[in-house]
């Protein structure tokens, strides 16, 4: 008997497989497109160091007065990009905590966004009717992002912006170095502040002994504010606070538990503080730090 040769015939499987043959297409065409958009939203948002920067002078609203008043309020406040404690963001709620004070060192200040073309510190200073200075740590391709912020009712004759070094930080970090005039007799003198932000990882140490040497080389009346990332243990700052004319303003709201337990700090030199406190607020997920102060009897002012 001879073979009777036939053709194979496709199993029921692979007639049942065959419809679907492009799905392993299909997936890899996602994870590539998947892939591709993240790596565009990484490039879009890469960044890098804002640099120095100097001027003179705030933007918005023109200062009240034309020289330093012998009593005035001063303010810091990480203001956590705008976002309280409740997740939501609300700049208004922000602004309402920082009424009745002449100058704020804001950080955690954002820059423009798709909800907003302007960055926090105009938007702040727009709603409370004070100067403002945005002064960015970071930059992305779409512009400055991220860094700190000033609000003031006083004259800004002028003020610096001079970045940190980066070893092994949480992003970049800098410092605002600002001038106030004060009028003395027949000369004028000035008042330095300092605003800064430090890092939480090992630059912090590096950061905190260049902010603390640039405080005490200035002439006094000199101010030092903002988030130092750093607690009442930290040797620097009980070092800084036991040098002759250093006054930490906080110092007097012991035992209280934001006293004991802030990061956000204001010492003077030069000044007296004639009252303190650390409000907490639901704006933020820091307390607003503010000091009523008053140049020394050695200022005169006209």
């Not at 692979?14 to 679907?20: N, W």
């Not at 002449?102 to 302007?118: I, K």
């Not at 709603?127 to 400055?144: K, N």
């Not at 005039?181 to 002994?209: F, M």
Request: glycine share 8%.
């Amino acid at each position: 008997m001879s073979a009777i040769m036939t053709e194979p015939q496709p199993s029921s499987m692979a007639l049942t497989q065959r419809p679907h043959a492009w799905r392993p297409c299909v997936l890899t065409f996602v994870i590539i497109a998947a892939g591709l958009a993240g790596l565009g939203y990484w490039v879009a948002n890469w960044e890098w160091p804002a640099g120095a920067a100097n001027g003179t002078g705030l933007l918005g609203s023109p200062p009240v007065v034309d020289v330093l008043p012998s009593k005035f309020r001063i303010a810091t406040f990480n203001i956590h990009g705008g976002f309280g404690m409740d997740g939501k963001l609300d700049l208004q709620r922000t602004a309402d905590a920082l009424r009745d004070v002449d100058f704020v060192g804001l950080n955690e200040v954002r820059g423009p966004g798709w909800q907003d073309p302007r960055n926090q510190a105009e938007q702040l200073g727009t709603i409370l009717g004070l100067g403002w200075l945005f002064a960015p740590t970071e930059i992305t391709r779409s512009g400055p992002h991220f860094g700190q912020g000033l609000l003031s009712r006083l004259p800004i004759s002028s003020w610096k912006r001079v970045p940190f070094a980066r070893v092994n930080g949480n992003g970049y970090r800098n410092y605002v170095e600002c001038q106030i005039p004060i009028r003395t007799g027949d000369s004028t003198a000035q008042l330095t502040i300092l605003v800064t932000h430090l890092d939480r990882k090992t630059d912090r140490q590096d950061q905190l002994r260049v902010i603390i040497r640039r405080f005490l080389e200035v002439s006094p009346p000199a101010i030092l504010m903002g988030d130092l990332n750093s607690k009442r243990t930290e040797p620097q700052l009980i070092a800084l606070a036991s040098e002759p004319g250093v006054n930490d303003c906080f110092s007097q709201l012991f035992p209280s538990d934001l006293a004991r337990k802030r990061i956000d700090w204001v010492f003077t030199r030069g000044l007296k503080c004639l009252q303190s406190d650390l409000k907490s607020s639901t704006a933020s997920d820091h307390p607003v730090g503010w000091a009523e102060l008053e140049l020394s009897d050695h200022q005169s002012i006209r």
